[in-house]
């Protein structure tokens, strides 16, 4: 007798799918088995913004654009779609810090207890990026973050970053901190999740992305794997029909 | 009020590696199993296609197959004098979740523990001298031997498939293998994997500076094979996308790909899934358990009865449903009486990163395996001595890189920006040629009086119970064995020829924060006096004869190696006792 769970369809919800949502369930006979993929990626496609606001939308891409910067060679932050990413991901259920310990009491501990923060990441978000703006106008003749020069623009993060400047309503720092992680995994994260466009970030260092089977490379010794990244996705190149 | 099953002979609580081993010896000795598992079911082949499970993101970053500390969490503090605060995200260490369990997502590095590990206290006091342990160091005695385990081990390593090559075969020490190690009944069932030209490099220089390095045992098969239950595994294709994410190819040994299957043919064996045991309820004489209390997904509480108890979640929530279950005393420090939350541990990582030149090396770094590597043993456990040293332990090294997976593995060298063109510049550089192995230096952690696990005073899980509560520290001698290891290490990637070496020394405090294995220890150790050990030497509680505790919870101190192999041996060891002694005369099997 097998009393199936339930799989869970829908987008948003495969995050948290696996835990406190799906049915329990008696297994007895022979090994469950049910067609297809239990939880199948989501494609994050182009498009309108879904979490940030215009304002913030044209802040955030000009601060993924001086994090990582465009070169001759390697697209920016910007082109590479880090901020269309940290959308994607603010809107969903890292924005809203699903399945992590939010029960108070709230206290400031050590650094070695880790963040004991009630904010959200798409709080944090919301609230550093008005900062950030807030603190450029301010500080610089009434101009938002994305108006200054990148010269301007690098000064400004790197007083955030080192505490110098100040936010009212965030630790300006805190927020820095989350960018220095959001951006770079929007820059070398799979493509399904919106950055990483056309695997710039795979293709600037090399990464094959989810070639799978090396078995005839692991003994081929100090040689440059000469294929090109595959995503989850595939490549452009092998649909030409889809963008 | 919950509602009551028929009573079945066993009940397990949690179906990882050492539930589904139990299940799998209980019920082939005929007995009525059942198995309650706190998370979902999952299938190696619709759970991780290879198609999609090579997500850096879904995975490694945000954890998908992990628990989710809104199920659960702990509390952490460093020490007695401080508030614990509860564990809100993951960092240190990695609690599983769902049937599989640990087994799902680890690497595959399959290590035996050294015959001295087992009597440690015993040896290190003949060799050194009682003075020379710190006087709040609180190791043991096992109450089992290697020899007794070597068995267990060899059926656990014929189970998995693993693949290495023997240093120790019944006494022979044999080139290539850990001259170290003890002396193994068989060779492994396959041989080593293949290595990459990093790991290559290392056993090299390794070797030339007059170490006995040798291929790390791995549960990712080189080759293959098909298991004493008729399962079949499949060669691994080195995707670099092991620990963290489930194998779809069915190369990596876990409960799925090697008992399972073979498990749920037998008609006395089921599972419930998503449902969480609340309790072990203990009847009037505190002596007998009774079975046990759960809640499913859909918030039903029931009652499993059953006339054995096999606990085997993941460490401290064993600790902590005994602790629940009031099934033992509690530890109290400052007493230093009780044994329930005793000698906790957890592991002392620490790493080398090394940068080469660009124009020279090219290391294809994603091109590994979860268990891949080479490795020397000189400096583990007390292959070398001590004395002039001033500490105990140690670990094994090696060049034990898994991957090359961009989010986690993009080095710079120090000084290097944190943002910016430079930094961007500096990861292109040295993506290829530069090497991070992760968990380098796998170095022990013995047991102290004030480090240990109770019951939270404050913060609760969702069905309102207190959290269990981590006191826990890095002592002198464990911060001594870690510089003198990583030295050793650190030495070895300079004569590999790296132009930077930079050591990243594990420093006090311990910080939750920082990711170094999931192998936490302890709590309910073993033993062989009822005043200091939970459990007696078949991993039976000394209070509830009819309780058995699996799990590295049974540690009295970790030792300098992975804790898997060691986990599933004494799985068996108590499984074998349970067939051949308990059942014939259900009670205490030891007098004390």
Not at chain 1, 87 to 107: E, T, V, W
Not at chain 1, 207 to 212: D, E, K, N, Q
Not at chain 2, 88 to 111: D, K, L
Not at chain 2, 418 to 437: D, T
Request: hydrophobic content about 35%; charged content about 20%; aromatic content about 12%.
């Amino acid at each position: 007798m097998i009393h199936r769970r339930k799989f869970l369809l829908s987008a948003t919800l495969w995050f948290v799918g696996t835990s406190s949502l799906t049915h329990a369930s008696v297994i007895n006979g022979h090994m469950p088995w049910s067609p297809f993929p239990m939880s199948p990626p989501e494609f994050e496609r182009p498009g309108p913004w879904q979490f940030f606001t215009a304002d913030e939308a044209v802040a955030i891409e000009a601060v993924v654009d001086r994090i990582i910067p465009p070169d001759p060679e390697t697209p920016g932050g910007k082109e590479a779609g880090c901020a269309v990413f940290i959308d994607r991901q603010l809107k969903g259920p890292y924005g809203s810090g699903a399945g992590l310990y939010n029960l108070g009491p709230f206290i400031k501990g050590t650094k070695q207890q880790g963040p004991q923060s009630p904010l959200t990441p798409a709080e944090l978000y919301r609230k550093g990026l008005a900062g950030l703006d807030k603190y450029c106008k301010a500080s610089l003749g009434g101009k938002a973050f994305a108006q200054l020069s990148s010269d301007q623009q690098d000064d400004v993060l790197k007083k955030v970053e080192s505490g110098q400047a100040k936010f009212e309503e965030v630790d300006a720092q805190g927020f820095f901190d989350a960018l220095l992680k959001d951006v770079p995994e929007g820059f070398f994260s799979d493509p399904i999740h919106g950055g990483n466009r056309n695997m710039v970030g795979w293709s600037m260092i090399g990464f094959p992305g989810i070639r799978y089977d090396y078995r005839d490379w692991v003994h081929r010794h100090n040689e440059r794997y000469p294929h090109p990244p595959v995503s989850i996705a595939g490549r452009a190149d092998w649909t030409p029909h889809k963008s | 009020m919950a509602r009551k099953l028929p009573a079945k002979d066993v009940v397990i609580i949690g179906l990882g590696w050492t539930g589904s081993i139990l299940a799998h010896e209980l019920a082939d000795a005929g007995l009525e199993v059942v198995a309650i598992e706190r998370g979902p079911w999952r299938n190696t082949a619709t759970d991780y296609p290879p198609g999609y499970v090579a997500d850096e993101l879904r995975y490694r970053i945000r954890h998908e197959l992990f628990l989710r500390p809104e199920q659960t969490t702990f509390t952490f503090r460093n020490k007695m004098d401080q508030t614990a605060l509860p564990i809100r995200s993951w960092g240190a260490f990695m609690p599983p979740n769902g049937v599989g369990g640990g087994g799902v997502h680890w690497n595959a590095e399959t290590w035996r523990f050294l015959p001295s590990d087992f009597v440690l206290r015993t040896h290190l006091t003949q060799r050194y001298g009682a003075g020379f342990l710190p006087q709040d160091m609180t190791i043991q005695d096992w109450g089992v031997t290697y020899d007794e385990l070597e068995p267990h081990y060899d059926r656990f390593e014929y189970l998995c498939g693993t693949s290495g090559q023997a240093g120790n075969l019944k006494g022979q020490i044999i080139d290539g293998g850990n001259p170290f190690e003890g002396p193994r009944s068989r060779p492994y069932p396959t041989p080593p994997q293949g290595q990459p030209f990093s790991h290559t490099l290392f056993g090299k220089a390794a070797h030339e500076l007059g170490y006995k390095p040798f291929p790390q045992p791995s549960g990712n098969l080189s080759r293959a094979y098909k298991n004493p239950l008729g399962m079949r595994l499949g060669p691994c294709t080195y995707c670099g996308f092991c620990e963290w994410f489930g194998c779809g190819n069915y190369s990596k040994a876990s409960p799925q790909t090697t008992i399972l299957p073979a498990l749920l043919r037998k008609p006395n064996f089921s599972a419930r899934d998503n449902s969480e045991v609340k309790s072990i309820n203990v009847d009037g004489s505190g002596k007998r358990a009774t079975g046990v209390t759960f809640v499913d997904t859909d918030g039903n509480e029931w009652e499993q009865p059953a006339d054995l108890v096999i606990l085997s979640a993941f460490t401290i929530f064993n600790v902590q449903l005994l602790l629940l279950s009031k099934i033992g005393k509690p530890y109290d420090p400052v007493s230093n009486t009780g044994v329930v939350g005793r000698n906790f541990t957890h592991q002392t990582i620490s790493d080398v990163t090394s940068f080469f030149d660009p124009a020279k090396f090219i290391f294809n770094p994603f091109i590994a395996s979860g268990a891949i590597g080479m490795c020397i043993d000189e400096f583990n456990g007390d292959n070398f001595d001590h004395g002039p040293h001033g500490f105990v332990g140690g670990g094994y090294v090696g060049q034990v890189q898994t991957n090359g997976r961009p989010i986690e593995t993009a080095p710079v060298p120090p000084g290097t920006p944190r943002w910016g063109v430079e930094w961007k510049k500096a990861v292109k550089e040295n993506y290829q040629s530069a090497l991070k192995p992760g968990t380098g230096v796998h170095g022990s952690m013995y047991s102290y009086r004030d480090v240990y696990v109770d019951l939270d005073p404050t913060y609760k899980d969702r069905f309102g119970r207190p959290l269990a509560r981590i006191t826990m520290d890095f002592h002198d001698n464990e911060i001594k064995q870690n510089a003198f290891l990583t030295d050793k290490f650190a030495e070895i990637f300079k004569a590999m020829g790296a132009k930077q070496v930079v050591r990243e020394y594990r420093k006090p405090p311990y910080d939750v924060t920082k990711y170094q294995t999931t192998h936490l220890c302890g709590g309910a150790i073993m033993g062989t006096d009822p005043s200091t050990s939970a459990l007696n030497r078949y991993l039976q509680n000394w209070d509830v004869a009819n309780l058995f505790v699996m799990g590295a919870s049974a540690f009295p101190q970790n030792a300098g190696y992975n804790p898997t192999g060691t986990v599933a041996a004494l799985a068996f060891w108590a499984a074998e006792a349970i067939r051949t002694k308990y059942l014939k005369n259900p009670g205490q099997l030891i007098n004390a």
